[in-house]
C-alpha cells in the first residue's frame, strides 16, 4: 500500500476508475482480474481515508471560523 500513500486522490481514482473498466471489458485472464480487484480494493479504501481527512479538516475550519 505505501504506492499509493505517494498519490493524490484524483490519480488515486483514475487509477481505480481504469481498473474497474479493465475487468468490465471481460478481456483480463483470472488471474490478473484477481490481482485488478485486489489493487482496486487498496485503492478504494485509500481514496475514501483521503476523503476523510479532508471531510475532517473542512468540519474542523468551520468549527474554528
Do not use: R
Amino acid at each position: 500500500m505505501t504506492e499509493e500513500k505517494q498519490l493524490t486522490f484524483e490519480e488515486a481514482y483514475k487509477q481505480l476508475t481504469e481498473l474497474v473498466k479493465k475487468m468490465e471489458s471481460g478481456e483480463l485472464p483470472l488471474a490478473d482480474s484477481v490481482a485488478a480487484y485486489e489493487q482496486g480494493i487498496k485503492l478504494k479504501a485509500y481514496c475514501e481515508q483521503l476523503l476523510k481527512e479532508a471531510e475532517l479538516k473542512i468540519e474542523t475550519l468551520k468549527v474554528s471560523a
